[in-house]
């Protein structure tokens, strides 16, 4: 469950510190984007000290490294010194071919046996380029060890040469394909940044189309972005009320031998308990708000 | 044709005998989630007289059963019993694998030859879940007695985890595949339910909505809906007269040697005379509306 | 670059004529829907002719021939036809198959080599059939010569029986795939005609769409649309302005070890980077508005 996935750039130890004070489902530091690239070889220098140093620190999430992309120079040293941590995994950007999994998972199953964890680490993929996103299918079902992966508009729209509105149907077509790969593999499905810094209510509104798509969380590029993700992906408290009326409305009409009942102006049937039935399960994980 | 494809219950002797009230193009018995479990087999077993009493109504549509889907125990002896009776199809819900149809396609290549009928049975498909949805062009090519698909929303964004909304963009990807891989296979494609019981605004609005897609017709899960919707993919009167308007004004140009011409402010060649000749074409099989 | 693809019917010398008072980015001598059947022998016969007497006329953008789609009785001798005169290259409407493109590719490799140009001619594709859009991705990277491709959204519709909006929600998965299948061959993306002869705020509305999208240019299909394409597909002037001080602000974070930058209210990084980049590299080949 990772309702919110923060990030903050792995040469920044002042940022870093301040992991604790947001409760994120996961923190990410972040080598690729948030780096500059003359100072990325000092931030993976760096690194085992931030994971360690965080660790003691006792996060309430998953604590994960998002290393370069598979095809920059520093993809491999940044996996061996991701995996030299106690981190709980690593984050890929801009996957475009399942081999690109590889060392990360040979890591994992390899490396990682001959010192035992108590949870497997993780890999948290991103679906962020043209290539990655035609392939999102294949891409989210390509190892076991991907347990997430995150649709990146902003790349996705950079490398289209398109521009980003409010509404977003410029990217929907692939922001949809990358949520049905996800959903297709059991995997789960991380929405698009709202790079926004003062605009909460977008932030809100974001949340809420790319919660309607199916997504279960979303990227936090601010602090202030993880409480409204974490709220934003809880079922709303009348939602929920509606799902326990709706199925114990069901429930008695099962018994009385009817499979479709007309319940609050709406006909319902085996699809509509379903998603009640995940409301409620979904408000016993994380709450309602 | 199919404007409006009906559903109730199998296990509701009294819904059923309202069916020749209603004019749909297609009525469905439905032995799938319009039955609750613990109904199911004895609603298989009243088949028989459920389409002996309806065949002696002279329906004006087609009547077929709708089979739980193929992952389920009761699958083949649903098909079974469908096929016993003198239904003119089923109805497979839940399609996600070619080899799905194959029960279904055997019997109507086999049995049905021995006892041979005015018209070949048909197979309605339903493509309703995340790897129908990823499967969609492949699924709708896969037979040749599949004469029709529906696009089932409510079970798709139950399977996504996402949220129905009235403008419906979060199923607007799962949609169009389904509508263009019907549209590719030349079958006919059959517009997503409209849940709520006293919005026939809403129902109108999705319609039409449908219709732009390319949609024929729409499931109908209320009595109410039938008349709605076969005129709601019927073409308005005023299309028709403007089609036709637009249909001489071609042929008056092409004799003048032109192959595109300024008409009523819009710059009309091929494809818009095309859709012209459809919607006249249309017009004179459901009349106007 | 092509802003503007602009047509005008192969058989009316009188419009080609007019070819020199729009400044289009590429023009097309139409053999296809704009001239009529009847008339289509005799203009494959004329086309020398025209070409030679535009070709004298120095045309500031690329001079080309659409040809009838591939299946009809024309194809071949169109091609030829085309080849024979000193076009720029061609333009196949209704691509389905990677196959189609081998006549002109087989020209251009071979032919054309033995008569050397300063440029290898072109082929520009038309993704305007429901086969089409479903193997866009395939047929964009087919072939080399193929440079360019437009989404044809009134053939798409018509025969998806389809009724188009101005808001075009019913062609977004197919113009997403047209858009996402041209940039992953790293080849050009020419978005859909808007057949309103005499609105220009629809055509700017739906032009900003397709930008969005990725679109760098538009189907043209009335002279006065030339110019407000060319407008259209060039960058604002307070974009560029905003993206130079972008990229400047970026330039002294990055000096100062900042790879992550709070900048005029949004989160800038890496993509972010990338598309001021882009815009002010647009810029300074077509201008700003």
Known sequence: MIRSLFFAPA??????AKFPRFAADCYVIDL?????????????????ASVASLRAANLPGLLTVRVNEP???????DLEAAFATDADGVVIPKLEHPAQLFPAAHWIRNRDRTAPRKQPRCIIGGIESIGGVIEAVNLCRADPNLVAVYFGAEDFAAEMGGRRTALGNEVLYARSQVVIGAKAAGITAIDQAVTDIRDDALFRED??????????????VLPRQVAIANEAFAPAADEVAYARRLIEAYRVAVAAGKGTIDFEGKMIDGPLLKRAEQTVKRAERVGAR
């Open 11 to 16: 040469n920044r130890p002042d940022l870093l």
């Open 32 to 48: 690729e984007d948030g780096t500059p690239p003359a100072a990325k070889a000092q931030a993976r220098s760096a690194l085992a």
């Open 71 to 77: 095809g920059s120079e520093h993809y491999l040293a």
């Open 207 to 220: 949340a809420a189309r790319g919660r309607e798509l199916g997504y279960v969380g979303k990227i936090c």
